[in-house]
T-cell receptor
């Protein structure tokens, strides 16, 4: 069964510093990997979706990389702002289990002014 | 605006009662999902549906039931058989039959008194 891990569970950085968030998965036979943002008490907002054939995806200050062979994805947020404070989750879709995305527990990020 | 609407946002239930959470989407998506989120844990899949009048159990379906009579609606019933129903419930949808980008509702928080 696919297992998804996000370390660290929590992270605090000063404003302006670049954020690096990690996501590890055990089964490299993935269909795609998605990064989400969740604010307290709210639903999830999709940030980036990386297909298994891609190495990275970019949107504004966000860049996500994917290395299937090592079972890792990294989300980079450049020049962090207090508004980036949230929990970031990754989710993996595996080729043999349609619909059953496996989620990591998330990394809670606090950006201090 | 297109999106997913969940209701109610907060719900209190006495032990032994069934409750139904509503999920409506106007994105014209084929696939819909129900997830449960507990503090410090990743999302866990309860049920999902690829098409009207068809749905599949996820990882934690016991004590829950769903229906998919219309493309835009996927209600979840939390039955009295669910031993620990207090949680945050999230509904999601995706386009097509492959696990593409997921869109989430704002969630429903259920508390058992």
């Amino acid at each position: 069964k696919q297992e998804v891990t996000q370390i660290p569970a929590a992270l605090s950085v000063p404003e302006g510093e670049n954020l690096v968030l990690n996501c590890s998965f055990t089964d490299s036979a993935i269909y795609n990997l998605q990064w989400f943002r969740q604010d307290p008490g709210k639903g999830l907002t999709s940030l980036l979706l990386i297909q298994s054939s891609q190495r990275e995806q970019t949107s504004g200050r966000l860049n996500a990389s994917l290395d299937k062979s090592s079972g890792r994805s990294t989300l980079y947020i450049a020049a962090s702002q207090p508004g980036d404070s949230a929990t970031y989750l990754c989710a993996v879709a595996t080729t043999d289990s349609w619909g059953k995305l496996q989620f990591g527990a998330g990394t809670q990020v606090v950006v201090t002014p | 605006d297109g999106g997913i609407t969940q209701s109610p946002k907060y719900l209190f239930r006495k032990e032994g009662q069934n409750v139904t959470l509503s999920c409506e989407q106007n994105l014209n998506h084929d696939a819909m999902y129900w997830y449960r989120q507990d503090p410090g844990q990743g999302l866990r899949l309860i049920y999902y549906s690829q098409i009207v009048n068809d749905f599949q159990k996820g990882d934690i379906a016991e004590g829950y039931s769903v229906s998919r009579e219309k493309k835009e609606s996927f209600p979840l019933t939390v039955t009295s058989a669910q031993k620990n129903p207090t949680a945050f419930y999230l509904c999601a949808s995706s386009e097509g039959l492959a696990p593409g980008e997921l869109f989430f509702g704002e969630g429903s928080r259920l508390t058992v008194l």
